[in-house]
């Protein structure tokens, strides 16, 4: 293995690691209050932001984002003339609003909690992160 490569290895591990130990946390939380704010939707799947993830993360995230965005939001994020948002203007700085809106849907938008898991949320902001203020 090239010396790349077990450094992507590393750091994966070591965000799992960490997003598995949040994951263990928050669900402590979650069971200890009732109260749940809108934030709360957003701690379970929490994540890097795009240009943190690494190249297979962004690779996986295309393939979801092929598969469950870009009929409303168009191959290679360019919007082929719905009314959808334009995720290459999509803040880079603004992950949990990411997260939330394809969690719980907005506007339009429908929710995507139920059909997606926090994973594969994720890897959908990988790629969305590390696409958004590039043109195609």
């Not at 929490?46 to 191959?75: K, M, V, W």
């Not at 609003?97 to 059909?115: D, H, Q, T, W």
């Amino acid at each position: 293995m090239s010396r790349g490569k077990a450094a992507v290895v590393v750091a994966v591990t070591l965000w799992a690691a960490a997003a598995s130990n949040s994951l263990a946390q928050n669900a402590a939380q979650n069971n200890a209050s009732s109260n749940s704010q809108s934030t709360d939707a957003t701690s379970s799947i929490a994540g890097p932001t795009g240009s943190s993830f690494g190249a297979e993360d962004i690779a996986a995230g295309g393939l979801q984002y092929n598969r469950t965005c870009a009929q409303c939001h168009g191959r290679n994020m360019v919007n082929s003339g719905t009314t959808s948002y334009d995720l290459r203007r999509f803040p880079v700085d603004q992950v949990d609003r990411f997260l939330l809106s394809v969690s719980k849907g907005k506007g339009n938008m429908p929710s995507f909690e139920a059909a997606l898991t926090p994973e594969q949320i994720k890897v959908l902001w990988a790629y969305v992160g590390s696409r958004a203020g590039k043109e195609p």
